[in-house]
């Protein structure tokens, strides 16, 4: 048995076993109060006695240590503040001297003093070093390097007043430079002169060139020799802050200098003008790629890219020079390329990714200058809406396209750049294999992109053909032709890719396709045999790309798949409703006699979805038949009779289409509405203003149907059956009625509402009651208005008010009947149906 300690002991156990734990915890918190005393310190502090354990304590023994030693200054913060604040009140006071005091001294007093405390603040560093006091140091060394700026202007005011300012800054940053240069290597221990040595240096070669006001090409020769020192710096020496500075100098200098060289090597006019600042932009490559060596991984990328940019302008800029307008693209396109045969060059991954990037950005900027011809040659075609079967133009197509006054000298090289880029794409994407092997160490390079490279290929090509034909400003027919073809090709681009599940190929050659086939469609509306012919092969391409993908599917479809399949079939009835539009139009029909042919489309498609009933194709066809529908329906608003016939035609097709279980919910109503309208129309036509004989044919089809669905649903509601069709009757009726000054419609319009509400009451049916004796309360009130108002105007005008209070009074007296009276009223009506 387990052995339970009386209450008291068990308490007492509790208590020396929490007064161990606190004891404990003491201990530990101390141990941490030194073990931070000691991270903290500037030198190791001698750990305290440890202390035997506490019985029954767990973990490693701990004794409180002693107090923490704390260091005897404020710590280095304090220290660098207060240096650093001192070494720029000397720094001031020497400017001070320099720019004020100057003048009120001699010649050999002014130099004694400079020398004095330039040497001596130069000489102090190395006493303060060997001392330790390296902060000290620090702040003597940059008074020193101030000192020594002032010392080179005060030289220059004094005695060398008469030399170029350009010149000499020129000279003695150069001094300053190598002087600071030795200073930073003997003293090794400071931080500021090699960076500061660095800084100075960008300054003389460019100084001297301005100086000497040198051409551009000396101009950008001074950058890059400059940007070459700052590379080497930056290659050789290890320490952080000289590499950083010499790096920073080495890319704002070498791009300056690159930007100058392009400029010389774009405004050459002859290969000799161009040469030299080929051969810099050369050289600033070779100082990229030397750079590059030992940068980190992302400036490494950015070298390369640069280096391949730079070999792109000089060796294209070179070239370009015996050519003229825009055939200067091609070259460069060329010169792109051949960056490319650096990616297997031992250069680093880095380095070979900036080379394969450059030959990108040049391929890019080539297609963004074709990208102009392209846009005139999608848009130009929309003017042709303005000009239907104005006849084919007299010049070519430029003429056609709206175009002819564009530089087409200048963009004559369109077509060859993008069908470069897209056979170089092409051809990648067939040996993608040899080419992921080639390009292994580039990163991105995978299995994904050959999807890419081949959808921009199709793209571009696409681009290429079609911009083809207006550089050449071929004739309009042999430009239709060409974009005709283009199309069909596209279309079975689109099949093939979807059938060899290549999902990018197809949206691409989709795309590609539907600008295709507007952009001729439109082209062909300059002619009426050119419509025929370019709108029956729109038709005939449309239907068959969607019967050829409307196959039953032996695995899972892409979502392209079935959005190809329905932009095919809706173009196709699009295509053959623009031919059923022609067709009026060549028969010079007007445009409500044209109205019946595109209602043959839209019959045609309905057939079609009850042929193709099941299959995935059906229900494109049916929704872009509506479309024709709808558009036969405005043609014939200006010719009310016609307008009749084509909403009867309608309502015949939706009926028809009713006759099938699936599309009867939306078809039947579709059909009735329109029947309805139909009929509306033919009587507005032949002038019938009575609404009964709108209301009539539709309200008594609706209550029977209502009745008959009350034989089989008893349980029906009286509003879902009756509701609708006595709406229909009684409401326009009354409306009419209220205007109406005779008493015939008013008469029969009460008798009417009178039997319906009979009726309501009779077979407690809630809609015939309300709506019955709605009606009839109305019709009364308007009948009785009349006599209720001579009434009240032969009566004294104290007779209403007096009534009106009576009225109240016994409404008063009787509330609570009348409430319950209301109550029984308002259940009886819930109960009926």
Same mark, same amino acid.
């Given at each position: 048995?387990?052995?339970?300690?009386?209450?008291?002991?068990?308490?007492?156990?509790?208590?020396?076993?929490?007064?161990?734990?606190?004891?404990?915890?003491?201990?530990?918190?101390?141990?941490?109060?030194?073990?931070?005393?000691?991270?903290?310190?500037?030198?190791?502090?001698?750990?305290?006695?440890?202390?035997?354990?506490?019985?029954?304590?767990?973990?490693?023994?701990?004794?409180?240590?002693?107090?923490?030693?704390?260091?005897?200054?404020?710590?280095?913060?304090?220290?660098?503040?207060?240096?650093?604040?001192?070494?720029?009140?000397?720094?001031?006071?020497?400017?001070?001297?320099?720019?004020?005091?100057?003048?009120?001294?001699?010649?050999?007093?002014?130099?004694?003093?400079?020398?004095?405390?330039?040497?001596?603040?130069?000489?102090?560093?190395?006493?303060?070093?060997?001392?330790?006091?390296?902060?000290?140091?620090?702040?003597?060394?940059?008074?020193?390097?101030?000192?020594?700026?002032?010392?080179?202007?005060?030289?220059?005011?004094?005695?060398?007043?008469?030399?170029?300012?350009?010149?000499?800054?020129?000279?003695?940053?150069?001094?300053?430079?190598?002087?600071?240069?030795?200073?930073?290597?003997?003293?090794?221990?400071?931080?500021?002169?090699?960076?500061?040595?660095?800084?100075?240096?960008?300054?003389?070669?460019?100084?001297?060139?301005?100086?000497?006001?040198?051409?551009?090409?000396?101009?950008?020769?001074?950058?890059?020799?400059?940007?070459?020192?700052?590379?080497?710096?930056?290659?050789?020496?290890?320490?952080?802050?000289?590499?950083?500075?010499?790096?920073?100098?080495?890319?704002?200098?070498?791009?300056?200098?690159?930007?100058?060289?392009?400029?010389?090597?774009?405004?050459?006019?002859?290969?000799?003008?161009?040469?030299?600042?080929?051969?810099?932009?050369?050289?600033?490559?070779?100082?990229?790629?030397?750079?590059?060596?030992?940068?980190?991984?992302?400036?490494?990328?950015?070298?390369?890219?640069?280096?391949?940019?730079?070999?792109?302008?000089?060796?294209?800029?070179?070239?370009?020079?015996?050519?003229?307008?825009?055939?200067?693209?091609?070259?460069?396109?060329?010169?792109?390329?051949?960056?490319?045969?650096?990616?297997?060059?031992?250069?680093?991954?880095?380095?070979?990714?900036?080379?394969?990037?450059?030959?990108?950005?040049?391929?890019?900027?080539?297609?963004?200058?074709?990208?102009?011809?392209?846009?005139?040659?999608?848009?130009?075609?929309?003017?042709?809406?303005?000009?239907?079967?104005?006849?084919?133009?007299?010049?070519?197509?430029?003429?056609?396209?709206?175009?002819?006054?564009?530089?087409?000298?200048?963009?004559?090289?369109?077509?060859?750049?993008?069908?470069?880029?897209?056979?170089?794409?092409?051809?990648?994407?067939?040996?993608?294999? @040899? $080419?992921?092997?080639? =390009?292994?160490?580039?990163?991105? /390079? &995978?299995?994904?992109? %050959? #999807? !890419? *490279? +081949?959808?921009?290929?199709?793209?571009?090509?696409?681009?290429?053909?079609?911009?083809?034909?207006?550089?050449?400003?071929?004739?309009?027919?042999?430009?239709?032709?060409?974009? @005709? $073809?283009?199309?069909? =090709?596209?279309?079975?681009?689109? /099949? &093939?890719?979807?059938? %060899? #599940? !290549? *999902? +990018?190929?197809?949206?691409?050659?989709?795309?590609?396709?539907?600008?295709?086939?507007?952009?001729?469609?439109?082209?062909?509306?300059?002619?009426?045999?050119?419509?025929?012919?370019?709108?029956?092969?729109?038709?005939?391409?449309?239907?068959? /790309?969607?019967?050829?993908?409307? #196959?039953? *599917?032996?695995?899972?479809?892409?979502?392209?798949?079935?959005?190809?399949?329905?932009?095919?079939?809706?173009?196709?009835?699009?295509?053959?409703?623009?031919?059923?539009?022609?067709?009026?139009?060549?028969?010079?029909?007007?445009?409500?006699?044209?109205?019946?042919?595109?209602?043959?489309?839209? *019959?045609?498609?309905?057939?079609?979805?009850?042929?193709?009933?099941?299959?995935?194709?059906?229900?494109?066809?049916?929704?872009?038949?509506?479309?024709?529908?709808?558009?036969?329906?405005?043609?014939?608003?200006?010719?009310?009779?016609?307008?009749?016939?084509?909403?009867?035609?309608?309502?015949?097709?939706?009926?028809?289409?009713?006759?099938?279980?699936?599309?009867?919910?939306?078809?039947?109503?579709?059909?009735?509405?329109?029947?309805?309208?139909?009929?509306?129309?033919?009587?507005?036509?032949?002038?019938?203003?009575?609404?009964?004989?709108?209301?009539?044919?539709?309200?008594?089809?609706?209550?029977?149907?209502?009745?008959?669905?009350?034989?089989?649903?008893?349980?029906?509601?009286?509003?879902?059956?009756?509701?609708?069709?006595?709406?229909?009757?009684?409401?326009?009726?009354?409306?009419?009625?209220?205007?109406?000054?005779?008493?015939?419609?008013?008469?029969?319009?009460?008798?009417?509402?009178?039997?319906?509400?009979?009726?309501?009451?009779?077979?407690?049916?809630?809609?015939?009651?309300?709506?019955?004796?709605?009606?009839?309360?109305?019709?009364?009130?308007?009948?009785?208005?009349?006599?209720?108002?001579?009434?009240?105007?032969?009566?004294?005008?104290?007779?209403?008010?007096?009534?009106?209070?009576?009225?109240?009074?016994?409404?008063?007296?009787?509330?609570?009947?009348?409430?319950?009276?209301?109550?029984?009223?308002?259940?009886?009506?819930?109960?009926?149906?």
């Amino acid at each position: 048995m387990e052995h339970v300690p009386p209450p008291a002991e068990e308490l007492a156990l509790l208590d020396r076993e929490l007064a161990r734990l606190d004891l404990r915890r003491a201990q530990l918190l101390t141990r941490r109060a030194w073990l931070v005393s000691i991270l903290q310190a500037p030198r190791p502090v001698a750990a305290p006695p440890v202390a035997a354990p506490v019985a029954g304590s767990f973990g490693p023994p701990f004794a409180p240590p002693a107090a923490p030693a704390r260091p005897a200054d404020g710590g280095n913060g304090a220290q660098n503040l207060l240096l650093t604040l001192g070494g720029l009140l000397l720094t001031v006071a020497a400017i001070a001297f320099t720019l004020v005091s100057w003048g009120h001294m001699g010649i050999g007093g002014r130099s004694a003093v400079l020398a004095t405390v330039t040497a001596a603040a130069l000489a102090a560093p190395a006493l303060l070093l060997r001392r330790g006091l390296t902060s000290t140091a620090e702040s003597l060394g940059a008074l020193a390097a101030v000192l020594m700026v002032l010392d080179a202007y005060a030289l220059h005011r004094v005695a060398l007043a008469d030399t170029d300012p350009l010149g000499y800054a020129a000279v003695a940053s150069a001094v300053l430079a190598v002087v600071w240069a030795a200073y930073g290597l003997l003293l090794d221990g400071l931080r500021l002169p090699l960076p500061l040595a660095v800084l100075t240096a960008q300054l003389p070669l460019v100084l001297g060139a301005a100086a000497e006001g040198a051409a551009p090409v000396v101009f950008a020769g001074a950058l890059l020799v400059t940007a070459a020192l700052d590379c080497a710096v930056a290659v050789r020496f290890t320490g952080l802050a000289v590499r950083v500075t010499a790096g920073i100098g080495l890319w704002v200098t070498g791009g300056a200098g690159l930007l100058v060289a392009l400029g010389e090597s774009l405004d050459a006019a002859r290969p000799s003008q161009a040469v030299v600042p080929g051969a810099l932009l050369l050289a600033g490559a070779a100082i990229a790629l030397a750079g590059a060596r030992r940068a980190a991984a992302g400036f490494a990328g950015a070298a390369g890219a640069v280096a391949g940019l730079a070999a792109v302008a000089a060796v294209g800029g070179v070239l370009t020079t015996t050519l003229s307008g825009g055939w200067s693209v091609p070259v460069y396109l060329v010169c792109g390329g051949l960056v490319l045969l650096g990616v297997r060059a031992p250069l680093g991954r880095p380095v070979r990714q900036g080379l394969a990037g450059a030959a990108g950005v040049v391929a890019l900027g080539a297609v963004l200058f074709s990208a102009t011809p392209v846009a005139v040659v999608l848009v130009g075609p929309v003017a042709q809406l303005g000009r239907l079967w104005s006849g084919v133009p007299d010049g070519g197509i430029r003429e056609a396209l709206g175009a002819s006054e564009l530089p087409w000298d200048e963009m004559a090289s369109s077509p060859v750049v993008l069908l470069m880029v897209a056979v170089t794409l092409g051809a990648a994407r067939f040996r993608w294999e @040899s $080419v992921a092997r080639w =390009a292994e160490p580039v990163r991105g /390079v &995978g299995a994904s992109g %050959r #999807g !890419t *490279a +081949g959808a921009w290929a199709l793209v571009l090509g696409w681009a290429g053909l079609t911009v083809l034909a207006p550089a050449l400003d071929v004739s309009y027919a042999v430009a239709v032709a060409t974009q @005709s $073809v283009l199309v069909v =090709a596209s279309a079975a681009l689109v /099949v &093939g890719a979807l059938r %060899r #599940g !290549t *999902a +990018g190929v197809a949206v691409a050659a989709s795309v590609c396709g539907a600008f295709g086939a507007v952009g001729v469609a439109l082209l062909s509306l300059c002619s009426e045999p050119a419509t025929y012919a370019v709108f029956v092969l729109l038709t005939a391409v449309g239907a068959g /790309v969607a019967t050829a993908l409307d #196959g039953p *599917a032996r695995e899972p479809r892409p979502p392209v798949w079935s959005g190809v399949r329905s932009a095919a079939a809706c173009a196709a009835v699009a295509g053959a409703t623009v031919l059923a539009v022609a067709g009026g139009a060549s028969l010079e029909l007007e445009a409500h006699e044209t109205a019946p042919l595109l209602l043959v489309v839209t *019959a045609v498609t309905a057939v079609l979805g009850a042929v193709l009933k099941g299959r995935a194709l059906g229900l494109p066809v049916e929704a872009a038949g509506v479309p024709a529908g709808a558009a036969a329906v405005v043609m014939a608003v200006g010719d009310m009779p016609f307008l009749a016939l084509v909403l009867a035609l309608c309502g015949t097709v939706a009926a028809g289409t009713a006759l099938r279980p699936e599309r009867r919910p939306v078809a039947g109503y579709v059909a009735t509405a329109l029947f309805v309208l139909a009929s509306w129309v033919r009587l507005s036509a032949s002038g019938v203003g009575s609404p009964e004989a709108y209301t009539l044919p539709v309200s008594v089809p609706v209550l029977v149907i209502g009745w008959l669905r009350r034989r089989r649903d008893p349980a029906a509601s009286s509003w879902t059956a009756y509701g609708a069709g006595l709406a229909v009757s009684l409401v326009p009726s009354l409306l009419v009625a209220l205007g109406d000054t005779g008493w015939t419609r008013p008469l029969l319009l009460g008798v009417a509402a009178l039997v319906i509400t009979l009726l309501g009451a009779r077979l407690r049916l809630q809609a015939l009651l309300v709506l019955g004796g709605s009606v009839l309360a109305l019709d009364a009130l308007h009948e009785l208005a009349p006599y209720v108002v001579q009434v009240v105007g032969a009566m004294p005008r104290w007779v209403v008010p007096a009534l009106a209070g009576a009225v109240l009074l016994a409404v008063g007296a009787t509330y609570e009947k009348r409430l319950r009276d209301a109550r029984r009223l308002r259940d009886a009506l819930g109960r009926m149906r």
